[in-house]
Each structure stands twice: as structure tokens, then as C-alpha cells.
């Protein structure tokens, strides 16, 4: 185990100070992204959590089955358009009752970024106290692996399919956690499942930020199942979206963006491609377009992550700026 610094904890290991409040075997597929984020969240923030979801990859789990359940956490199920004003509601509730716990707003993105997204927005602007996390697995996984915002250019899914008319999603994806650090909320964060130090860090960075209002975490989860992947693949999967810039991690407080991780050497995308068939069509001309789709939005982060004391107003000429 890695030497503590005083006063710092080091290790991943050490951010675990709670029991995995989940059954042993619980119905996710194998190697699923998600069954492990939502395992280490109650291990983080704790098994007091309330967390509310709705239908989704995630749904059979939390709500259990039959009478049975399938762990020992308050859960809350509500609908796809609803998801963020339930958690409103539970947050609120909670206050005028004189109850202080944690409500965790738990969705995919078809939900986030798609069907959820007007109330999502709605509790941003409103500032609610509560943990928004979207687990992003870029379609709508649990319906038959349809397209969401979040698919990629090129991706095939069973609405974009591959063919002598399609080849794979013809438009680029959506940044959804750029969209929500534009609100100016109090904290936005994305992670990924290769770098769970980072992911425990910012998920207590965001209990400690819903004291002040609302907190969104956007986090890379792939399915080994829609995507055509090993299920043993997994993690390098994330770790290669990192390695990439295709998944950038940062952090923004009220909007002002920080890289949390930095890659000096990046590789092409293409080393991430590679490891799922939903990219095995993808020309050189396709890579290229989503090369070019990854380098501006980590340009585009990189410009809005400049230290404040850099930055400075545009002059007017009037002003008594350049003619």
C-alpha cells in the first residue's frame, strides 16, 4: 500500500469507509462499467445515501425483484422526464422534515442528456442540493442499444446502423458535462473507472459542494455488451479514453474549469476505437473526423481552464482599444 502522507489520504483504498452495501451477484452484465460505479459510490459518500433513478441498465438492480431485494440502500424509482424533479422534491422534503442525508440523482444519459434533460437543467438553474451523476454509456443500453446525444460519430447502434445508406451515427456527440459546468453550479466533475482516486475525490468534493446547491458528475461507464468489447476490457477501455483526450477529466467550481489529469503524450483515438466493434467499420477519413472532434473539445477545455489571472476582457476601440 502506498506510504500516507500526513494528512492526505494516497490511496484508493483508503477512500473505502463504508460496506458495499450490494448482493455478490446482482443482474448486471458481464464486466459492466456501471455495477462497478455503483458499487464504490455508497463506499465513498456512505450507505445513508438516498439515491432516485429511473428505467434504465441500472433500474433492475436498484428496484430489486419480485420482494426481494438487491441491496440495503433507500432507493427511489420515478420516470425518465422526471428524474431530477423527484430528486427536488426528496431534497425538499427532507429539509422542511429536518433531515440531513445525501440525495443522489443516478441516470443514464439517455435520461441526462435526452428525455431528463429539461429538469435537469431546471434543478441547475435552481441551484437544488443534490448529486446529480449520470453514468454515460453513450445509448439507450437497456432498450435495445439505441443512440443517445453522447454516441459518438461513427458509432453503430440499432438506430444508426451500418449499411450501403448509414455508416454509424452521422453526427457528433454532445458534451454533456461542458453543458452543465456553463450553469455555474456549484461543482461539475467527470471521471472515468481506470482512475478511482479521482473518482472518490470528486464525488466527496461534491458532498461537500451540495451544502452550497447542485452538483453534477458525468462519468465514462462502457458497455461491454452494446459496444462489442471484452468484458475483461473494461477498465483499459477507460484508461484508453483518458490516454486519448476522447474522455478529458476535469473539474469546474461555479464554471471555472480544471484539468484534473493532464496527458503530455496523447494518443490517436484510434488506440481507443480499436478495442469495440461498434468502431470496426470507421474508415480513415471516419477517424480522422472523430480525431478532429476530440482535439477541439480538449482544446476547447484547455482554453476555458486558463487561470483567471490570464484572462483578459476584450478592449473596444472606444474604449481605447486597437482601431
Known amino acids: ?74 432507493y427511489f424509482g420515478t420516470l425518465m422526464t422526471g428524474a431530477a424533479a423527484n430528486a427536488t422534491g426528496l431534497v425538499r422534503y427532507y429539509r422542511k422534515a429536518g433531515i440531513d442525508n445525501t440525495v443522489v440523482c443516478f441516470n443514464g444519459d439517455g435520461t441526462a442528456n435526452d428525455i431528463g434533460f429539461g429538469n435537469l437543467s431546471g434543478a441547475a438553474e435552481r441551484n437544488e442540493p443534490f448529486i446529480y451523476i449520470c453514468y454515460d454509456n453513450e445509448g439507450y443500453m437497456n432498450t435495445g442499444i439505441q ?12 438506430t444508426t446502423p451500418y449499411g450501403t445508406v448509414h455508416r454509424g451515427k452521422n453526427l457528433r456527440r454532445m458534451n454533456l458535462g461542458l453543458k452543465m459546468a456553463m450553469n455555474k453550479i456549484p461543482y461539475t466533475a467527470t471521471a472515468t473507472l481506470s482512475d478511482l482516486e479521482d473518482l472518490a475525490k470528486k464525488l466527496l468534493k461534491a458532498k461537500k459542494a451540495k451544502e452550497r446547491g447542485f452538483c453534477f458528475l458525468h462519468v465514462f461507464a462502457p458497455c461491454p455488451t452494446g459496444w462489442g468489447a471484452d468484458p475483461a476490457d473494461t477498465i483499459d477501455i477507460c484508461r484508453q479514453a483518458v490516454k486519448s483526450n476522447y474522455f478529458p477529466l476535469w473539474e469546474a467550481e461555479n464554471g471555472k474549469i480544471r484539468m484534473t489529469k493532464t496527458v503530455k503524450k496523447p494518443k490517436p483515438v484510434s488506440s481507443y476505437t480499436k478495442m469495440m466493434k461498434k468502431f470496426n467499420h470507421m474508415t480513415e477519413k471516419d477517424l480522422e473526423i472523430l480525431q478532429e472532434d476530440v482535439e477541439y473539445e480538449y482544446c476547447l477545455l484547455g482554453g476555458l481552464s486558463v487561470l483567471e489571472a490570464e484572462c483578459q476582457l476584450p478592449v473596444s476601440a472606444e474604449d481605447g482599444g486597437e482601431k
Not at 43 to 52: A, C, E, F, S
Not at 147 to 158: D, L, Q
Request: net charge positive; charged share 20%; glycine share 10%.
Open 147 to 158: 443512440k443517445s446525444g453522447t454516441t459518438p460519430y461513427g458509432a453503430t447502434t440499432t
Open 1 to 74: 500500500m502506498a506510504e500516507k502522507k500526513k494528512g492526505r489520504l494516497t490511496n484508493v483504498l483508503d477512500y473505502l469507509k463504508h460496506d458495499d452495501p450490494f448482493s455478490k451477484g446482482v443482474a448486471f452484465c458481464p464486466g459492466c462499467g456501471l455495477e462497478l460505479l455503483l458499487r464504490f459510490i455508497p463506499r465513498i459518500l456512505g450507505n445513508d445515501i438516498v439515491i432516485t433513478g429511473t428505467p434504465s441498465c441500472s433500474a433492475p438492480v436498484l428496484l430489486g425483484q419480485n420482494r426481494q431485494s438487491w441491496h440495503t440502500l433507500s
